[in-house]
């Protein structure tokens, strides 16, 4: 059939064809935007536009990494809020996904349990230090559960969501296969409604690392917010900006985990954008 036997008005139709881009093109594309604010970030440093007590030089915040680094304070520092994060992170992890299959398999756990976890859910986890410290004092307890409640409820939203989801046709066919209630979360809901719970994975991981800057600010006395808080009393801006970047390199560390994982369990799934 030629472009000739087609009525007036139209044209043949052109499927878009997927252009294959390589890990290592795509690593590359990533790194260009952090490369542009680390060269803008030297430039205004050394046309004087940023200067030491506004902010660091990017080689003395270098020196600074050496200095901590030599002395033990970053990798004991980085141990603590580690530490912290991730049982936080368990707790909350945990929490919200046997929530959410409760409330989004059965009808009595959502009748029962939704209602007061929404509600819950938009108190700002910010708002509860100061009770946390009246009821946990200022020992580790009060930062880890900080931590926990703060990853509880969007891990607790994408899998019940997700486990809402699950096709209820497939779910009534392994049923009436006989299989059991634990087994049909197991081997149905919890695979089907995977994209979701790696969804929440992915902001519960984000939100763990928000929330550790919260929780160090309980008079902490190790970890990075404790660094932070000894060089704001000596204006050390160079170590205020390591401890930012270590923030910053924790949040990536922990969404490139999740990518991983969304490849090794989701292989079918094209990376976002790529037919672009």
Known sequence: MSDTDLRPGLVRPRPQRRR??????????RTLGPLALLVLWWAASATGLLTPDVLASPAEVMRAVGELWGNGQLPDALTTSLTRSALGLLIGLTAGLVLGITTGFTRLGDEL????????????????????M???????????????VATTFPMYV??????????PKLVEAMRSFGMGRLALVREVVLPGALPSLLAGLRLSMTLSVIALIAAEEINATAGIG????????????????????????????????????ERLLMPWRTPQGATR
């Open 158 to 167: 994408s899998t019940s969501s997700g486990v809402r989801n699950t096709d």
């Open 20 to 29: 294959a881009r390589s890990r290592t093109y795509s690593a590359t594309v």
């Open 134 to 148: 009246v009821w946990f004092g200022i020992n580790e307890t009060a930062k880890i559960l900080l931590i926990a």
């Open 113 to 132: 349990l939704d209602s007061s976890i929404q509600t819950l859910r938009t108190i700002p986890f910010l708002s509860l230090v100061p009770l946390f």
């Open 226 to 261: 404790y660094l932070m808080s000894q060089a704001q009393s000596y204006a050390r801006t160079d170590i205020l900006a390591v401890c930012i970047l270590v923030y910053g390199l924790l949040g990536l560390t922990a969404d490139a985990v999740v990518r991983l994982l």
